[in-house]
């Protein structure tokens, strides 16, 4: 008997959305237009560091131009590979279309490790990266709109629109030419946590919906779930503290590239977060205990498993030890096409990926309307906002006292309400927003089609008719 091979990770997302279409009436010919990637650009270029001339790979694809600028990350990872790219920017078309960000898919990557070199040593390497897509417009704010990803942040996207600007010195949108910068640069506030407070809401959203509850057998609240997060990087680290924090979701597990900490009673993400970034890993860590094999910690007994660091990890080889009745893919591909199906066929409910980790890219799209409309958000409403409120205030405040009731409105009431909206409370609005309608439209489907068994297949229906949508009103 063949043993089945595990798919490549552009086959796995094939997979699923074969089995999507499959349900679906496409023209003839659309499947495969909607399917297939339009171009992936590879470049091959030197730096010159520690003497000599070093030759780096790098990539940027476009998935589909349904819309444009087309959007998506750029990771730094010894891992990156045409095939991976381009699985990525395939999600990224999806992604966009779900949550309604007006975007096509792109992705980049470069073939690195960032933590072989020094800022100064990166910093060249990143600008001439950049440089190279800047001179191809495939970074371009109306064309094509990077963001970081696995391996690069705030500092990254700092240079490239540093170097965007240098080589575009006319561009009053160069801004807008990538999203996820510093506040000083362009950001927007709320950018960095995004993805995992996207994660948060999400889960909040799943909690909401009772049939779903009941498919993944799971009762009560986010209260004292038993949580595992895999990588405590951007994403997981901001999912594990928002939920251990806000919601009272217990982190009784952590892996990281060293290993993991285990800890029932609950573990302190920011004090494992401190240590991992003083001591390059969670070896050695005081409180909970060390699993050498981290892996083996994602078949844990949880309520809730949050892979966010890379793809593939749960896989033919471990689906079928996997207990917790709830997985939300923080990372992208976190699950392969072979592990769904023997998940699915558990009765696991799977969160997928190209909604779970949508809050990145819908707080990118809040930046790049911000940096093309050349105004902070809230900045004309706020005050405005106060002055009405404060309007209220007084006129109960005379009516209590008028009346000889003597109501008093709690000073906690009138402070909360008294405030006007700043750009991280929109923004947070908006992201809450942006991901209960997308959570809403899949719920419809996941529901009410009897073909349609899980999660995932709902969220490629809603999108693909999205995008099929797109291509038909231009005729194509
Ligand atoms: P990051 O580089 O900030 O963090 C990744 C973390 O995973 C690091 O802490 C790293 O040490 C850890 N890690 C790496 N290999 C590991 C392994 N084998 N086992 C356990 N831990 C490991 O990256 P990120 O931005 O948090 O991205 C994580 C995932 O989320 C990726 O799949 C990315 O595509 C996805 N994502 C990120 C964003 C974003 O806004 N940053 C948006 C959407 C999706």
């Not at 094939?14 to 010919?29: K, T, Y």
């Not at 793809?311 to 699950?335: C, H, Q, R, S, T």
């Not at 707080?363 to 009405?388: A, C, P, T």
Request: glycine share 10%.
């Amino acid at each position: 008997m063949s043993i089945p091979q595990e798919p490549s990770f552009r086959e796995s997302v094939d997979m699923m959305f074969n089995r999507a279409v499959a349900l679906m009436d496409l023209p003839p010919g659309l499947e495969e237009k909607i399917r297939v990637c339009n171009a992936t650009y590879t470049v091959r270029f030197g730096v010159r560091l520690r003497g000599q001339i070093q030759t780096f790979t790098g990539y940027r694809s476009v998935h589909s131009e349904h819309m444009e600028p087309v959007k998506g990350g750029i990771r730094f990872s010894l891992g990156v590979n045409q095939d991976e790219v381009e699985a990525l920017a395939a999600l990224m078309t999806y992604k966009c279309a779900l949550v309604e960000a007006p975007f096509g898919g792109s992705k980049g990557g470069l073939c690195i490790d960032p933590r072989q070199y020094d800022e100064h040593e990166l910093e060249q390497i990143t600008r001439r990266f950049a440089y190279e897509l800047i001179k191809r417009d495939l970074i371009n704010p109306s064309q094509n709109v990077p963001a970081p990803d696995m391996g690069t942040g705030e500092r990254e996207m700092a240079w490239i629109v540093d170097q965007y600007a240098r080589m575009n010195t006319t561009d009053i949108n160069a801004k807008a030419c990538v999203t996820g910068k510093p506040l000083n640069a362009g950001g927007i506030a709320g950018r960095v946590e995004a993805t995992g407070r996207g994660v948060q809401y999400a889960l909040r959203e799943f909690f909401r919906d009772p049939e779903g509850m009941e498919k993944a057998a799971l009762t009560g609240t986010l209260d004292g779930k038993r949580v595992v997060v895999q990588g405590l990087g951007n994403v997981g680290y901001h999912a594990a503290k928002f939920l251990s924090e806000e919601d009272g979701c217990k982190i009784v597990g952590i892996i990281e590239r060293d290993g993991a900490l285990v800890d029932v009673k609950g573990l302190n993400v920011e004090a494992v977060r401190q240590w991992t970034i003083n001591h390059g890993g969670v070896a050695g860590y005081p409180d909970g205990t060390f699993v050498e094999n981290g892996a083996k910690v994602l078949e844990e007994d949880c309520d809730i498993l949050i892979p966010a660091a890379l793809e593939g990890v749960i896989n033919m080889g471990n689906a079928a030890n996997i207990k917790a009745p709830l997985i939300i893919e923080a990372a992208n591909g976190p699950v392969t096409a072979g592990a769904d199906t023997i998940l699915r066929e558990k009765g696991c409910v799977i969160i997928p990926d190209m909604y779970a980790n949508a809050g990145g890219v819908t707080v990118s799209y809040f930046e790049w309307v911000k940096n093309l409309s050349h105004i902070r958000f809230g900045r004309m409403q706020r005050r405005q906002e106060e002055s009405r409120h404060q309007l209220v205030v007084d006129e109960l405040e005379r009516l209590s006292g008028d009346s000889g009731i003597g109501w008093q409105l709690s000073p906690n009431f009138k402070d909360r309400y008294l405030r006007g909206a700043d750009e991280l409370e929109l923004v947070r609005s908006g992201l809450d927003d942006t991901m209960r309608i997308a959570y809403q439209s899949m719920r419809q489907v996941w529901h009410e089609r009897d073909d349609v068994e899980d999660l995932r297949t709902a969220a490629y229906l809603v999108s693909i008719d999205k995008v099929a949508s797109s291509y038909k009103a231009k005729g194509l």
